[in-house]
Each structure stands twice: as C-alpha cells, then as structure tokens.
DNA sequence: AAGGACTACAACCGCCTATAC
DNA sequence: AGTATAGGCGGTTGTAGTCCT
C-alpha cells in the first residue's frame, strides 16, 4: 500500500556534512543526474536520509548555486517579493536564479530584517514602525496594502515606493535606468569602476554575459574567445554568449545533466571552485550550459 | 589570553500537498 | 477511494566563527 519509506531512520548519520560524503553525492548525481532520493543514499554509498541529500544538494552542492552575500539588487527584489509574498522563499527563491529558499531565508532573518528595523521598517508589514513598537506585537495583515521596500546602504537611505502590482518589474526598470545612467547596480557593475573583485561578492550574471561553451565552433564564438578560453578549462571547448544563440526561455535541468559527459562537469566545477579571488575573472560554473548545439536547452532566468 | 555574547548559516524538524499503490 | 510516502516548504535549532570585555 502507497510507497515505499523514504528511509530507514535506523543507523543514519546525522549532522554536517563530511567532505566525504559531499564528494560520494556529488559524484552520484553527476554520474546519474537527479533520480529518486529515496534510492540516492544507498546507491551513493551514504548513511543518510534521501531527504538530507536532497537538502544538501539543494542548498549547497548544486553547482550552479552562486555563493556569498546577496547583492544590492538581489536583496532589493527580495524586499520587494517578500513585500508581496510574505515568508514563501521558495518563491522568492524561484526569481533569483542560483539562490535558495534557505538562502535568502536566513539572509532575510540575520541581515534585511535587521537593516529594516534599524530603518523603521517593520519587516513583517513593509510598513513604518510606531515609535515604541515591539517584536511581540502582532503583525498586521500583509500584502494588501501599498508597499514600501527599502534598501539600505549603510549611513544613507534610500526608500523606494514599490508599485504593488510589479514590484520586481519595478526593481528592474529601476536598474536598468541605472545602468542608462552609469549608476553601478550590482558588484558586477561597480567592477569596472572600483575594480574590487572578492569571492564574497560573486555578481549576478546576467543573460547576455552568459558564456556558452560548445564542442564544436560556433558561428558566432568570436566575440567571446578571450573569456571562453579563460573559462572552459582547456576543455576543448570552444564559447559564444549567450546573447548570441536563438535560445528557448526554460532551462530543463535533469535534460541537460544528462546531456553532459562527467570529465566536462568535473572540469567546470573544479574551475568554479578554484576561481582565483585575486583576479577579476568572473568564473561562472559551467555545467548547466555545457551543451552542444544540436542540443534542445532551456534556461529560466527569471 | 580567556571566556562570554553575538552572528551567520548549515542542517534538521515537522507539516502539507501531490501522488504512487 | 483510501492509505501511506516522497518531496517541498517554512520554521527552528545547533554550532563554528567572530567580536567584545
């Protein structure tokens, strides 16, 4: 009757993860793509719960994750979704490509709520604070009401008024019309500027900084080579961006996993994981967009 | 230098929904 | 149709690292 248990809680490891153990999962699911959990832990030689590797994967090991603190403009559209969502990270999550729920959960509880309330902003309402208010008072019934959002820039403040039908519409016509007027929006931006690269501070890529490796040139990889070759491992692969390919607008990941040979994924992760912090070389990794031409590939980016 | 307080975040817990049987 | 589980989700906790006194 029904399914099978997830797992036999008996005799299972709990707690952080060895990098052992990171390396057996890793391996596995580069080697057999995502399957069933409940079968991962066996077959992966692990003593944990399907639902741990699942977890562990999900929030640290996938290695299209980007690491380190959310940049001004990521912090901001989470403001602005929470504005509208309330604590749904998942949601949230789903608009900030290579960030997760559990990210931006504990990004939202050890920093924005902080910066909020330090701001007169109750993080719970996007509304001002009474001037005596408490945490223990009851929150106020959210996202019917107009929305502020605010983002901090340490001394100076700056309130946004979010329109509440398209906020994050809202967030990115504002960065594009920063960019118009050579505000710098994101650490990317503000690269050419201070030149100041820290491994902390990885930038959102955006779709037309993309680069896409393929087997075989394509036939608009010239305007890229500098880059691709700093960036493909010595691979044997070839790059063109993104922007220069007729591409689909959703990304099917299991599809493109098992697409890929596991020498290529293991030289793009060991590139991404290497990446120099004392050069400004961005190092995406590569893995989710190492597909050949042929290839039907689909990519969400928002 | 020691140790207590604070911070950040990985990982777990428990609930809910979808779905296999 | 009913039952039980997988997977997803949000809340909470544990702990390592850092700061402060």
Known sequence: MGRQPCCDKVGLKKGPWTAEEDK???NFILTNGQCCWRAVPKLAGLL????????????????????GLLSEYEEKTVIDLHSQLGNRWSKIASHLPGRTDNEIKNH????????????????????????????NEPPKP?????????????????????????PLQS???????????????????????????CIDEIPVI??????????NSSPSSSSSSAAASSSSGGGGFSSTLLEDLDFPTTFDYNEIMNSISDDDL???????????????LMVEPLFPLMVSDEEFWKFDFL
């Not at 955006?206 to 087997?215: D, G, S, V």
């Open 206 to 215: 955006e779709p037309h900084e993309i680069l896409i490796p393929c087997e």
């Open 24 to 26: 057996k999962l890793m």
């Open 266 to 280: 293991i030289s793009s992760l060991d590139l991404y994981n290497n990446c120099d912090s004392n050069s400004n």
């Open 48 to 67: 944990r719960c399907g639902k741990s590797c699942r977890l562990r994967w999900t929030n640290y090991l996938r290695p299209d994750l980007k690491r």
């Open 171 to 197: 967030t990115i016509t504002d960065q594009a019309k920063d960019r118009d007027k050579n505000i710098p929006t994101s650490p990317f931006d503000s690269m050419d500027v201070n030149n100041d690269f």
């Open 142 to 166: 959210q996202a019917a009401q107009p929305e502020v959002a605010v983002q901090n820039k340490e001394e100076e403040e700056e309130v946004v008024v979010v329109d509440n039908d398209t």
């Open 108 to 135: 939202w509880n050890t920093h924005i709520k902080k910066k909020l309330r330090k701001m007169g902003i109750d993080p719970l309402t996007h509304q001002p604070l009474p001037t005596n208010t408490t945490e």
